[in-house]
């Protein structure tokens, strides 16, 4: 059955101009006739006064630009079994102000269903335009929700709660999710020299739901946090003057998720494929002591040169000087200066060779157990090829995982762990997808393909 039509007022074109910009015109003359009475004052007056008429226009002409096209809609026409019910009312939300829509709701009473064409064509979230949804998104993924309410009112004049701009990343997060997911084309113009890889994990704060029978590190064996597993991609083309690396400008990006580590390695692999890692000259990964972390070094990045953390050796120089030669002693001082000094120079054996007859040296006094001693050493000796620094300097590459560690206060705590925040696993992925396309410098891209945003863009004039 079809829907009734309705007739509706088409506004002709000098109809048109007539009501174009009243709001904008009435305010400049009100400042002209002020400023001619009292001279040009005041114009942070001016500008806000300004911006306020020109988004009260906009909304009258967005409003009649959507009403003129709710009767043509292909989609308007009802299906077998729908009725129609004409002129149902509906006040959207955009980056203008509030506007209000009158279009056709078709409902189906067999199936019980309904629905309205003229938003699915329009793509209204919540009763809340794409545009507007994209703004909140973006200053909900720099800061809190409320924080979030106050800056869009102040930079750009939009009234949205706090909480609504909550529901919206809930609508938003996961499709940009999905968007950082798609491996796509590979989008480096030139193969990288060096690609480097870096995965970290960092525990934020969660909801008592959430961390319901997980084992943590308080007290009594409970968890107060949930791991954020972290991965970035980035590139290297050149060394300074010293031969010491640099990273490329803006070249980091990020993939991160709750998820778990059979979860996360294909995202950081696929982000890696779509950066060109396979045309690369060099692939580089660096981590700390993680075991997961080599773990999906080994299974999906398989001909990486491996390289851990140089100042996570250092620990382990650190702690395991402390243990054989007593806390803060001059000889625990002296003996990581030289262990440090040899495991620059790719020394490494000779390290561990001095770490071992230490240990077994008799009437000699420990500050830990001989089993603890010795796990430690053998992690040093399990890990000798990635810690071949001199020849890593040698070849102009990092050797710190210091760009990871450093996104994860950047992307997840700067957002993620300010004080007072608990976070449902839901809400912290929407927020990790957000940050992770934010900052990883793919903004425009996921919203481009979600959207097609540039579509009716005017080309800047030459």
């Known amino acids: 059955m079809r829907g009734r039509r309705r007739k509706k007022k088409r506004l002709e074109p000098a109809e048109c101009q007539e009501e174009?910009?009243?709001?904008?015109?009435?305010?400049?003359?009100?400042?002209?006739?002020?400023?001619?009475?009292?001279?040009?004052?005041?114009?942070?007056?001016?500008?806000?006064?300004?911006?306020?008429?020109?988004?009260?226009?906009?909304?009258?002409l967005l409003e009649q630009l959507m009403q003129?096209?709710?009767d043509g809609l292909a989609q308007a026409q009802a299906r077998k079994g729908e009725k129609c019910h004409a002129d149902?009312?509906?006040?959207?939300?955009?980056?203008?102000?509030?506007?209000?829509?009158?279009?056709?709701?078709?409902?189906?009473?067999?199936?019980?269903?309904?629905?309205?064409?003229?938003?699915?064509?329009?793509g209204l979230v919540d009763g809340t335009s794409p545009g507007l949804v994209r703004l909140a998104s973006r200053a909900a993924a720099r800061e809190g929700f409320e924080a979030a309410s106050d800056d869009l009112k102040e930079l750009a004049g939009i009234q949205i709660d706090g909480r609504q701009i909550q529901r919206l990343v809930a609508q938003s997060g996961p499709k940009i999710a999905a968007q950082l997911k798609l491996t796509g084309p590979e989008v480096e113009a030139e193969p990288m020299p060096i690609c480097y890889v870096e995965a970290d994990g960092t525990g934020i704060p969660m909801v008592a739901e959430e961390l319901a029978g997980r084992k943590?590190?308080?007290?009594?064996?409970?968890?107060?946090?949930?791991?954020?597993?972290l991965g970035c991609v980035f590139s290297q083309t050149q060394t300074d003057e010293e031969g010491r690396p640099m990273r490329d400008h803006q070249s980091t990006s990020y993939v991160g998720t709750l998820e778990s580590v059979e979860s996360?390695?294909?995202?950081?692999?696929?982000?890696?494929?779509?950066?060109?890692?396979?045309?690369?000259?060099?692939?580089?990964?660096?981590?700390?002591?993680?075991?997961?972390?080599?773990?999906?070094?080994?299974?999906?990045?398989?001909?990486?040169?491996?390289?851990?953390?140089?100042?996570?050796m250092m620990e382990y120089l650190h702690q395991l000087s402390q243990m054989l030669y007593g806390k803060d002693t001059p000889w625990a001082l002296r003996m990581k200066a030289q262990w440090k000094e040899q495991m620059e120079g790719d020394q490494v054996q000779r390290v561990i060779d001095a770490m071992k007859k230490?240990?077994?040296?008799?009437?000699?006094?420990?500050?830990?157990t001989g089993q603890k001693i010795a796990e430690k050493i053998g992690y040093l000796e399990n890990n000798q090829?990635?810690?071949?620094?001199?020849?890593?300097?040698?070849?102009?590459?990092?050797?710190?995982?210091?760009?990871?560690?450093?996104?994860?206060?950047?992307?997840?705590?700067?957002?993620?762990?300010?004080?007072?925040?608990?976070?449902?696993?839901?809400?912290?992925?929407?927020?990790?997808?957000?940050?992770?396309?934010?900052v990883g410098h793919r903004w425009?891209?996921?919203?481009?393909?979600?959207?097609?945003?540039?579509?009716?863009?005017i080309p800047a004039a030459a």
């Open 216 to 229: 943590g590190r308080q007290d009594d064996g409970s968890a107060k946090t949930r791991e954020v597993k």
């Open 68 to 70: 003129s096209v709710a």
């Open 385 to 438: 090829d990635k810690m071949l620094y001199g020849t890593f300097r040698q070849q102009g590459l990092f050797y710190g995982s210091g760009v990871v560690e450093a996104g994860c206060r950047a992307v997840i705590g700067k957002r993620l762990k300010q004080s007072g925040m608990f976070w449902s696993r839901a809400g912290a992925e929407n927020i990790v997808a957000l940050r992770c396309a934010l």
């Open 88 to 122: 149902r009312p509906r006040g959207v939300e955009t980056i203008f102000g509030s506007i209000e829509l009158k279009r056709d709701y078709l409902y189906c009473p067999k199936d019980q269903q309904g629905r309205c064409p003229l938003d699915e064509a329009l």
């Open 358 to 368: 230490r240990a077994e040296q008799p009437g000699a006094v420990f500050t830990d």
């Open 20 to 60: 174009r910009f009243q709001e904008t015109q009435a305010f400049l003359a009100l400042v002209r006739r002020q400023w001619v009475q009292q001279g040009a004052n005041n114009m942070e007056a001016v500008e806000l006064g300004l911006r306020r008429a020109l988004l009260q226009d906009g909304r009258v």
């Open 444 to 457: 425009e891209e996921c919203w481009d393909q979600i959207h097609h945003s540039r579509q009716f863009q």
């Open 264 to 312: 996360f390695a294909p995202l950081l692999r696929d982000e890696a494929r779509r950066r060109g890692i396979g045309k690369s000259g060099k692939v580089v990964f660096i981590g700390d002591g993680a075991a997961w972390i080599w773990e999906l070094a080994r299974t999906h990045f398989p001909l990486a040169i491996l390289i851990l953390d140089f100042y996570h």
